[in-house]
């Protein structure tokens, strides 16, 4: 791997570490009242507004994965 391809994969691994800490983070305490989350910035209806589901962690946190396994995967076979 070079230098690009090494930043590239912990970036990703960072992005994905995000979105899986605030995919466990809205499980384990929902929003609403007595919530430790309620006056936290993302969680307070801001950005995240307590509504991070599966499907949105299957699209911001594992998308980015297939993309780069698809593209190194169609790299191989364009180097042959």
């Known amino acids: 791997m070079n230098k690009i391809?090494?930043?590239t994969v912990a970036s990703i691994i960072g992005w994905f570490f995000i979105h899986l800490v605030i995919f466990i983070?809205?499980?384990i305490a929902p929003c609403g009242?007595?919530?430790p989350l309620e006056h936290l910035w993302p969680f307070d209806g801001?950005?995240?507004s307590c509504v991070y589901d599966l499907?949105?962690?299957l699209i911001y946190g594992i998308t980015p994965i297939i993309i780069y396994s698809i593209y190194k995967i169609l790299s191989k076979f364009s180097n042959k």
């Open 46 to 48: 801001g950005i995240i």
């Open 5 to 7: 391809e090494k930043i």
């Open 25 to 27: 983070t809205t499980k």
């Open 55 to 57: 499907s949105e962690f």
């Open 33 to 35: 009242f007595d919530s």
